[in-house]
């Protein structure tokens, strides 16, 4: 549990970081400092311990050759006869040696130099702490006894008194004496106020190393503070004004590189918002442009109609050069009213004029009349058109001319592109919306181009010769059509598999938007490809369809 909740603790924590550069920036700063600090103390406490263990080993030589020079006194002035008072005169040598030396020194030990000719003269080792005597290691003893030099020998120890014990050392000798031979003396000391000073030095160099990365820390996340709290600002105003805010503005408080980008900031946001009002202002222009000239272009191209007509109706009195003119001229003149047709139907758009004209009736027929107004370019260009509708009634509320209008240039569109190829059309149906289906199988597009397919003017492929196009409006106009009866239109296409389109509508506006994840039929949100979820043809309960062409797709089919 413990190690489940650590997990989750350095998750959010790298979460944050990852999202915060204040918070990135005082983690790495106190991690740089703590480990520059702990490589400082580390190596300033090797540095101070090996001072202190070579000034306490030298203070140790120091008094104990000043001892060995007391004792090597006494000893060569003496001159004693029995034994006992050879015993008596290393007791109180070993005394005088005691209190003589330095306030660490713990005991002193006397023993014989030649334990093998022992005599009458020989004196029982004495020592002053007894306690510690097994400290004296038998090969320091063996090393003293072979040594004809007096050279002090030294051996550090550990006084054990605790678990962890005292640091200390053993220093020893031998002196002669022209009574009792060579005297082994050794001397034990202990390093205990040496260690309780070296720890006191580490305990303050440790606090000091926190309490310097705590000020440290505290430093660096001000300084951060102060550096990325005016950028988070900059930030928040410019996601405001992202959101549609454009009058959303920073405080300039600054003086330094973060007051220009406060001032830069304000001076971009008022440029912007000077150029947008200036766009407006261009496309305000531009729609009263094209207003005004479809308006204006109505009176002479019904005038031209009207004579286009008129030599139509004796046109087979014509010689074939006039009677092929004729023709040309009534077909280009009936494709510039389609085009200014367009024109006025994206003014009234744009002028927010465009009204739905509501009518319950069945769906069918404004498809159905989309196709026979289609069905002759198709038969020019070879595209077969395989319509399936429900074999029952669709009732729907819905604007006709428009719904012939979105199923009309869909099938135009995919005329143009199928390349001889079938284009379908199929209808599906629930209780609450309708949706339309147009697919054609021809070269298809590319993602970029199914996100702009639906922009004013744009051609998929401008360099076709292209029969049924004229202005780029087309589409906008479906997108418009469907959006005006609260409806929804996706496309999908592969290139050389063709394009499909699903107009997914209200059977009643006044119930509000539609919502594509309860329409009968609508791509797969896993699938980029042609992959659908649901069937064509009418859905009462689930899917259950009843159809005159083809059954139930069903749930996730590829069409």
Same mark, same amino acid.
């Not at 109706?313 to 001229?329: F, P, Q, S």
């Not at 994840?517 to 064509?536: D, H, L, M």
């Given at each position: 549990?413990?190690?489940?909740?650590?997990?989750?603790?350095?998750?959010?924590?790298?979460?944050?970081?990852?999202? =915060?550069?204040?918070?990135?920036?005082?983690?790495?700063?106190?991690?740089?400092? =703590?480990?520059?600090?702990?490589?400082?103390?580390?190596?300033?406490?090797?540095?101070?311990?090996?001072? %202190?263990?070579?000034?306490?080993?030298?203070?140790?030589?120091?008094?104990?050759?000043?001892?060995?020079?007391?004792?090597?006194?006494?000893?060569?002035?003496?001159?004693?006869?029995?034994?006992?008072?050879?015993?008596?005169? *290393?007791?109180?040598?070993?005394?005088?040696?005691?209190?003589?030396?330095?306030?660490?020194?713990?005991?002193?030990?006397?023993? =014989?130099?030649?334990?093998?000719? *022992?005599?009458?003269?020989?004196?029982?080792?004495?020592?002053?702490?007894?306690?510690?005597?097994?400290?004296?290691?038998?090969?320091?003893?063996? &090393?003293?006894?072979?040594?004809?030099? &007096?050279?002090?020998?030294?051996?550090?120890?550990n006084i054990a008194k605790s678990e962890k014990g005292t640091p200390g050392a053993i220093l020893g000798s031998?002196?002669?004496?022209?009574? %009792?031979? #060579?005297?082994?003396?050794?001397?034990?000391?202990?390093?205990?106020?040496?260690?309780?000073?070296?720890?006191?030095?580490?305990?303050?160099?440790?606090?000091?190393?926190?309490?310097?990365?705590?000020?440290?820390?505290?430093?660096?996340?001000?300084?951060?503070?102060?550096?990325?709290?005016?950028?988070?600002?900059?930030?928040?105003?410019?996601? #405001?004004?992202?959101?549609?805010?454009?009058?959303?503005?920073?405080?300039?408080?600054?003086?330094?590189?973060?007051?220009?980008?406060?001032?830069?900031?304000?001076?971009?946001?008022?440029?912007?918002?000077?150029? %947008?009002?200036?766009?407006? @202002?261009?496309?305000?222009?531009?729609?009263?442009?094209?207003?005004?000239?479809?308006?204006?272009?109505?009176?002479?191209?019904?005038?031209?109609?009207?004579?286009?007509?008129?030599?139509?109706?004796?046109?087979?009195?014509?010689?074939? #050069? #006039?009677?092929?003119?004729?023709?040309?001229?009534?077909?280009?003149?009936?494709?510039?009213?389609?085009?200014?047709?367009?024109?006025?139907?994206?003014?009234?758009?744009?002028?927010?004029?465009?009204?739905?004209?509501?009518?319950?009736?069945?769906?069918?027929?404004?498809?159905?009349?989309?196709?026979?107004?289609?069905?002759?370019?198709?038969?020019? @260009?070879?595209?077969?058109?395989?319509?399936?509708?429900?074999?029952?009634? !669709?009732?729907?509320?819905v604007d006709a001319r428009r719904i012939c209008r979105i199923v009309r240039n869909l099938l135009a569109n995919?005329? &143009?592109?199928?390349?001889?190829?079938?284009?379908? !059309?199929?209808?599906?149906?629930?209780?609450?919306?309708?949706?339309?289906?147009?697919r054609d199988y021809g070269v298809g597009m590319t993602a970029s181009q199914c996100e702009r397919i639906f922009?004013?003017?744009?051609? /998929?492929?401008? =360099?076709?010769?292209?029969?049924?196009?004229?202005?780029?409006?087309?589409?906008?106009?479906?997108?418009?059509?469907?959006?005006?009866?609260?409806?929804?239109?996706?496309?999908?296409?592969?290139?050389?598999?063709?394009?499909?389109?699903?107009?997914?509508?209200?059977?009643?506006?006044?119930?509000?938007?539609?919502?594509?994840?309860?329409?009968?039929?609508?791509?797969?949100?896993?699938?980029?490809?042609?992959?659908?979820?649901? /069937?064509? /043809?009418?859905?009462?309960?689930?899917?259950?369809?009843?159809?005159?062409?083809?059954?139930?797709?069903?749930?996730?089919?590829?069409?």
């Amino acid at each position: 549990m413990t190690l489940r909740r650590v997990r989750k603790a350095w998750r959010r924590g790298r979460q944050r970081a990852h999202k =915060s550069l204040q918070t990135r920036m005082v983690v790495l700063s106190m991690l740089v400092f =703590s480990l520059t600090a702990a490589l400082l103390c580390l190596f300033s406490m090797g540095t101070i311990k090996g001072t %202190i263990q070579a000034q306490v080993m030298d203070e140790s030589r120091r008094d104990f050759s000043s001892q060995i020079s007391l004792a090597q006194k006494q000893l060569s002035s003496a001159n004693l006869a029995d034994s006992s008072q050879y015993q008596q005169l *290393i007791g109180n040598l070993a005394s005088e040696l005691q209190n003589n030396g330095s306030g660490n020194m713990i005991g002193v030990y006397l023993m =014989s130099g030649d334990d093998s000719n *022992i005599d009458e003269k020989t004196f029982v080792p004495v020592s002053t702490e007894p306690e510690y005597t097994n400290l004296i290691s038998t090969e320091m003893q063996h &090393d003293l006894q072979s040594d004809s030099d &007096d050279s002090i020998y030294y051996q550090a120890v550990n006084i054990a008194k605790s678990e962890k014990g005292t640091p200390g050392a053993i220093l020893g000798s031998t002196i002669s004496s022209n009574g %009792i031979g #060579t005297v082994k003396i050794f001397a034990l000391y202990s390093y205990q106020t040496q260690q309780q000073a070296l720890l006191q030095i580490q305990f303050n160099m440790l606090v000091s190393d926190v309490l310097l990365s705590i000020a440290i820390v505290v430093i660096i996340f001000s300084v951060m503070r102060s550096v990325v709290k005016p950028v988070q600002d900059v930030a928040a105003s410019a996601e #405001t004004m992202a959101s549609g805010n454009l009058d959303i503005r920073v405080q300039v408080n600054r003086q330094d590189e973060i007051g220009v980008l406060q001032r830069s900031f304000n001076e971009m946001a008022d440029s912007l918002v000077q150029k %947008i009002d200036e766009l407006e @202002k261009a496309g305000d222009m531009q729609r009263e442009f094209v207003s005004d000239v479809s308006h204006e272009l109505r009176t002479p191209v019904t005038t031209m109609r009207m004579a286009a007509d008129m030599l139509s109706m004796h046109k087979d009195g014509y010689d074939a #050069t #006039t009677r092929r003119t004729v023709e040309l001229l009534d077909g280009q003149i009936r494709r510039f009213q389609e085009m200014l047709a367009d024109l006025l139907e994206i003014s009234r758009f744009d002028a927010g004029y465009a009204a739905l004209d509501l009518t319950e009736g069945d769906v069918r027929e404004p498809i159905s009349q989309a196709v026979e107004q289609i069905a002759s370019i198709a038969e020019t @260009k070879q595209v077969p058109l395989n319509v399936h509708l429900p074999n029952m009634e !669709v009732l729907a509320c819905v604007d006709a001319r428009r719904i012939c209008r979105i199923v009309r240039n869909l099938l135009a569109n995919a005329i &143009d592109f199928a390349e001889g190829r079938p284009v379908e !059309v199929r209808l599906a149906v629930n209780r609450a919306m309708v949706v339309i289906s147009v697919r054609d199988y021809g070269v298809g597009m590319t993602a970029s181009q199914c996100e702009r397919i639906f922009d004013r003017f744009w051609r /998929g492929d401008p =360099s076709r010769a292209r029969t049924t196009g004229g202005t780029g409006l087309g589409m906008a106009i479906v997108l418009a059509d469907v959006r005006l009866h609260g409806g929804d239109i996706s496309v999908r296409s592969q290139m050389g598999k063709g394009t499909w389109f699903l107009v997914t509508l209200p059977r009643n506006p006044e119930n509000g938007p539609v919502n594509v994840a309860q329409a009968p039929i609508r791509f797969s949100a896993e699938n980029n490809g042609f992959c659908t979820v649901g /069937g064509f /043809g009418i859905a009462d309960n689930g899917f259950s369809d009843y159809l005159t062409g083809e059954p139930n797709v069903g749930k996730g089919r590829k069409q």
